[in-house]
């Protein structure tokens, strides 16, 4: 399974700029998540943007001071090359209703630029620029909590669903009673998911369900760690053999998990992919198995330390340690 971050999307996008017109003048994002890659392709470039509603209705975003202050104002009557951008493209429905909409409106522009970030395929005849390919079955960091793969997955609780406890609130007690009932809630599924897979102790299942009900988490069963205490599932170490052993067994192709060791764990003792969201990565046995050969020789050593430091400090963050390393002293 193929997955990208915000973090992929922003360096794709930075990437391929170069390849498109450079005295491009508005850039519109279809709704919803076109509008986060028109958003990137904003700020990179500084270009204005706008939605394709207000595109359509002939409004731009408004921007803060900046250089080019003059051309950010600009009314879309005076917009002559406009770059339409989706996060991505797969069957082409939304790029096609896109085109039907701005045909059917009118606009003053003599050029209409149509793009995807990510597509199914190299080309796809309904758009004019692919910036990557990324192959189906395929996830993304924006879109993961309302995917249909949600139900055929395993969930984590904590960290994934609701913020993690504090130390303070993790007493195996009344503080841990308290924040089970009052837990804040991350991410907010919008399908049914098939298994929710926690170290949670099952003697605290009517808490977690009466939460769940509350934030309208829909899901199949709910797995928990029969264990008598804290104290004890620390002893055997049982969170990520727990959650592993469950997910080897049942019919669900994908694990959400919301710590990085612990996915390895799963992925490794499992055998399939793990999606983790401290790192807002795939773990996959494969990509484990790769790492582990790499590890082994001092140019693969290198290459798992760029990839670690450009998944803490971001693309532009990593470029920016190069650029300080290199200048000499």
């Known amino acids: 399974m193929h997955y990208r971050s915000i973090a992929d999307m922003n360096a794709t996008i930075v990437g391929n700029l170069h390849r498109l017109p450079r005295d491009i003048d ?39 001071v900046t250089k080019r202050r003059a051309a950010l104002d600009r009314s879309t009557s005076e917009m002559r090359k406009v770059l339409v951008i989706d996060d991505s493209i797969n069957g082409g429905t939304a790029m096609n209703d896109a085109r039907a909409r701005i045909a059917a409106a009118g606009t003053a522009a003599e050029l209409l630029i149509y793009a ?7 080309h796809h005849e309904e758009a004019d620029f692919i910036f990557e390919s990324v192959p189906q079955p395929r996830l993304f960091q924006w879109n993961f909590m309302h995917h249909k793969f949600l ?7 904590d960290g994934v669903l609701c913020l993690d406890p504090t130390d303070a609130e993790n007493d195996d007690g009344p503080a ?21 897979v926690t170290s949670r102790l099952e003697k605290y299942r009517s808490l977690t369900e009466e939460w769940l009900a509350a934030h309208g988490v829909q899901y199949n069963k709910l797995i928990m760690l029969d264990l008598p205490s804290k104290e004890e ?17 049942s019919d669900a192709v994908l694990f959400i998990e919301s710590e990085y060791e612990q996915a390895v764990n799963i992925a ?62």
């Open 26 to 64: 508005l850039v519109v994002g279809i709704p919803r998540s076109g509008i986060l890659a028109a958003n990137l392709v904003s700020l990179t470039a500084n270009i204005p943007m706008t939605d394709l509603d207000s595109f359509i209705a002939g409004k731009t975003f408004s921007s803060g």
């Open 233 to 249: 599932r620390q002893r055997l170490a049982a969170h990520g053999k727990f959650k592993a052993e469950f997910y080897r067994t």
């Open 151 to 157: 139900e055929q997955s395993c969930v984590d609780i």
């Open 268 to 329: 490794k003792l499992s055998g399939k992919p793990v999606l983790c969201i401290e790192t807002q990565e795939m773990v996959s046995p494969e990509g484990l198995s790769v790492r582990l050969k790499q590890a082994r020789t001092a140019e693969g050593r290198q290459a798992m330390l760029k990839a670690v430091a450009r998944t803490v400090l971001g693309e532009r963050g990593y470029e920016a340690l190069k650029s300080r390393v290199r200048k000499p002293a």
């Open 176 to 196: 841990y009673e308290r924040f089970l009932a009052q837990a804040r809630p991350l991410h907010g599924p919008t399908r049914k998911i098939a298994y929710l």
């Open 116 to 122: 995807a970030v990510y597509g199914s395929f190299d």
